[in-house]
């Protein structure tokens, strides 16, 4: 038995921590929290000081009393989970849940896992802060009071089964104004002017009005006036300038920039970044810090000085501008700068270069520039053409690293040829291109994670979750939509001759965008009008500000709850007893055929569209294509619901409609369904449309070989191109050509799917019908019957055993309720039994 027993988190991090301690010190996880609020009631005793009660959950009762036993037998327990609010309250909870001895109990932080860092932690031990697990307790437990309080409200008020968070719900609400912003946004046209000219020596001068024409006819006379013109260099001016390097990063920051360089899901990138820190390979992810230890700054000094020279090297600090920062003390850095690339998994891998190279260009000189700018004038108008070029003289740290940009329409400055002031030029060309006025763009999960840090809304551990919570609970999805064709005029004068194009270009894609759902609109809605304080987005800041002062020691926790709890209370029970109930409804017109008003609304089954009102007993109801929502349906597109089913005739014996389902348009062909393609109109679809789309069904599928005697087919999905055989879906690569697959492509991928489906297997307990198995992102799914339960990653489902994997299902079943006679038999008995007495 070790004399030292070690207790983090994760299975991942005992592993690498493992390595640096002797046989003296035995490593083990506790898989997360061990104890946390009960899942089936609040949980929170609001009369005594919102005292929280705390449980073991059925799944983690075993381990407890296997820590118990260790920690019994140890000289000494170290409880080393990661060094921020939530880390220091499963410290705590691990000290009270397994009856630690103080005196034989000493935490220790490290905000890297490496030797150095884990041995230095040993020689520096200290106590449970307990103003960092004050501070985790008021987050967890004020969150839980807004969730438990509201949700019930909104199942009254609005739909069974929403919910409410006071994170959560303030992030909906920007996505939201936003949508509507852009909505109401008014698109107002211009004619943009660029020229493209060549000097002296033949090189090209590319230069542009830096004014715009309100009107075609403003812009068609402009080029008119350009018919004969001769040109010169009116003036130049060169100037130096710098361009610093961005600080390294902090957890948003790192979000943010894997979604723009590695198009990472912002979840993702914290998973890949904690894998990354388990290994020892990187600093914790979890910061708001931008500073860098002395350490790190030698060790960036020496890399930069020997791979790129001297001159290269520019130690400096980074003063961090987020409050609340002082619980991480470091940005997130390699732990080791020398190593360029890491031998572990690709997104691992393309992660950490990143943060490699963010780290080094933050200790790199500047780049120095050479800016240029231009203006060329005409003999015979006032207008002014402007060019603009850089050249680098200096790369600095732009030979590691530049910072990418949200911004859509940013131009990067190209290189302008060698001009001289009064240096003739000649006019290729000049042309006016028609541009509309843009709305702002809806919301990336990078750019919801910048603007919830700018208002200083949440905390970097927050932002993932937020995002995750929000499209699981459908108030937000990722748009899907390509945007809609517009055209636009292009005036261009060539060869003294103004010639006219029409064009087009595609508008109002929201591709990967956050697009708020009719239900997302409704919910926040009715909290922004109810609920308006704790939809503020400056009380909501004030909040996390509170608990940082929490954390700081400032601020007794329970009375900054009974404070906010005085307030929200009462605001529930009036809501709730007065408030009307809210259902989006739209009043969009009169339907010309019956006089009856029509209307949409968010209804039992989703978003609908009525013809009549309340009390008409005739009243008609469809329901909104996915493509359609409440917030911008007209009056013509909900008539046109009504004229759903419609009939086209029979085809092959079969009758044959067109019409629109849950998951979109289709055409039923007698018993068969058949999904109208992306953006096709159900109305448009006539017979001869209808038999083109079931002949190529029927083509689709036919089998295209056979396995182990049963049929193969094949066809294109949501996720791509796929093979069907015995009722299992085969995802096909582009290692394969699809058109053409060969019978032992076929045979290749059944038999690799099978194999997959093997290797996934953790358990298969055939006679209790449970299997368990490994699922995405390292995690693994337990699944009987109907039940599905999806464990943490930090759990290691091959220890698990059956006993354990049938109290989690016993724990996830629903309790049967009693039929009326079964209760009355019951009762009966009851009362028999007291007649005997």
Known sequence: MAKNLVIVESPAKAKTIEKFLGSDYQVESSYGHIADLPSKEIGVDVENGFKPKYEVSSDKKALVTKLKGLAKNAEMVWLASDEDREGEAISWHLAEELKLDKNKTKRIVFHEITKTAIQKAI????????NLVNAQQARRVLDRLVGYELSPVLWKKVKGGLSAGRVQSVSVRLIVEREREIQEFKAVASYSVTAEFTNEAGKVVKAKLPKNFATKKEAEDFLQKNIGSTYKVADLETKPTKKSPAAPFTTSTLQQEAARKLYLPVGITMQIAQRLYEAGLITYMRTDSVNLSQEAMAAAQAEITSYYGAEFSKPRNFNTKSKGAQEAHEAIRPTDMSRHTVNVERDQARLYELIWKRTLASQMADAELERTNVKIEANNHSEVFQATGEVIKFEGFLKVYLEGSDDDDEEQEGMLPALKVNEKLTNNNIIATERYSRPA??????????????LGIGRPSTYAPTISTIINRNYVEKGNLDGVERKYVQLTLKNSKVDEKILKENTGSDKGKLVPTDIGTIVNDFLV????????????AKVEQDFDEIAEGNIDWAKMMQDFYNKFHPNVIEVEKNADRESGERILGIDPKSGKPVSVRLGKFGPMAQIGD??????????????????????????????????????????VEVSNGRFGPYVRFGKQFISLPKGEDPLDVNMERAQELINEKAKADAPIGTYQNMDVQKGVGRFGPFLKWNGIFINVNKKYNFDNLSQSDITELIEEKLQKDIDKVIHNWKEEGILVEKARWGKSVITKGKIKIELNKDIDASKLTLEQVQEMIAKKTPEKKATKKTATKKTITKKATAKKK
């Not at 763009?441 to 700018?454: F, G, I, N, P």
């Not at 009008?529 to 909501?540: P, R, S």
């Open 123 to 130: 020689e520096n031990p200290r106590g449970i802060d307990y």
């Open 441 to 454: 763009s809806r919301y990336t999960e990078a750019s919801l994670v910048k603007k919830l840090e700018e």
């Open 529 to 540: 009008k109810n609920f308006e304080a704790i939809l503020d987005y400056n009380f909501t």
């Open 614 to 655: 309340a009390e008409d007993e005739d009243k008609q109801f469809a329901s909104l294509r996915q493509d359609q929502n409440i917030g911008n349906i007209t009056l013509e597109e909900a008539l046109n619901l009504f004229l759903l089913p419609k009939n086209l005739g029979t085809y092959k014996g079969e009758e």
